[in-house]
């Protein structure tokens, strides 16, 4: 073999060198591009758990924290055992609720339901009420008449966050408000968890 030969070679099996380097560094940047925008628009689950009188926020955190959930909020206002929790993309709500049964401290677990009191204009059709909230994807659960006939209960898929649904509807001229419907009455706080709903 030549010495041109020879550094012909070489050459090329540095430029096959770098270019698998290059290759496999754009393969990781587009693929941490495509989750971080795929976890942008992920709308989650929550969870209502109830511990036992006195649980410290430490335990309800390893607790939590050992089944894949995240703990957003202690409830002080409506009960202090009562906490706010967050559940991944990757962890299904039944299985979460299963696996906190599976400790003695907790005493129920539910599920925040994804819902909105949005209110219209006086007189506002229902026709047009069900058209403004279809097209953002809500469905229109109930007319809260007995309060406000102009007052709707409404649901929001899963695949849209909740944030972004009222932003929504803010845009829209017949709508006067829309809020997020309490995770829970503090009428209902005692009520909600009584008996133990895990038997214990």
Same mark, same amino acid.
């Given at each position: ?56 926020l430490s335990r309800v955190k390893e607790v939590s924290n050992r ?5 957003? *909020? ?6 202090? =055992? +009562? !906490? $706010? @929790?967050?559940? %991944? #993309?990757?962890? /299904?709500?039944? &299985? ?45 659960? *109930? ?6 006939? =102009? +007052? !709707? $209960? @409404?649901?929001? %898929? #899963?695949?849209? /966050?909740?944030? &972004? ?36």
């Amino acid at each position: 073999m030549s010495l041109f030969e020879g550094h012909v070679s070489i050459t090329n099996r540095r430029v096959l060198f770098w270019g698998f380097i290059f290759l496999t560094l754009s393969g990781s940047l587009m693929a941490a591009f495509f989750m971080q925008t795929s976890n942008e628009s992920v709308a989650f689950d929550e969870l209502l758990v109830k511990f036992a009188a006195g649980t410290p926020l430490s335990r309800v955190k390893e607790v939590s924290n050992r089944i894949g959930l995240t703990v957003i *909020e202690q409830m002080a206002v409506y009960d202090p =055992d +009562l !906490y $706010r @929790v967050q559940v %991944p #993309a990757n962890v /299904k709500v039944d &299985e979460a609720i299963e696996q906190y049964g599976q400790n003695s401290e907790v005493i129920g677990a539910r599920k925040i339901e994804r819902e909105l009191l949005v209110k219209f204009a006086a007189g506002t059709p229902l026709s047009r009420v069900e058209e403004v909230s279809n097209r953002i994807g809500s469905t229109v659960l *109930e007319q809260m008449a007995v309060g406000d006939p =102009d +007052l !709707y $209960r @409404v649901q929001v %898929p #899963a695949n849209v /966050k909740v944030d &972004e649904a009222i932003e929504q509807y803010a845009q829209n001229s017949e709508v006067i408000r829309a809020t997020k419907i309490p995770p829970i009455w503090i009428n209902e706080v005692e009520a909600l968890f009584v008996p133990d709903e895990f038997g214990r």
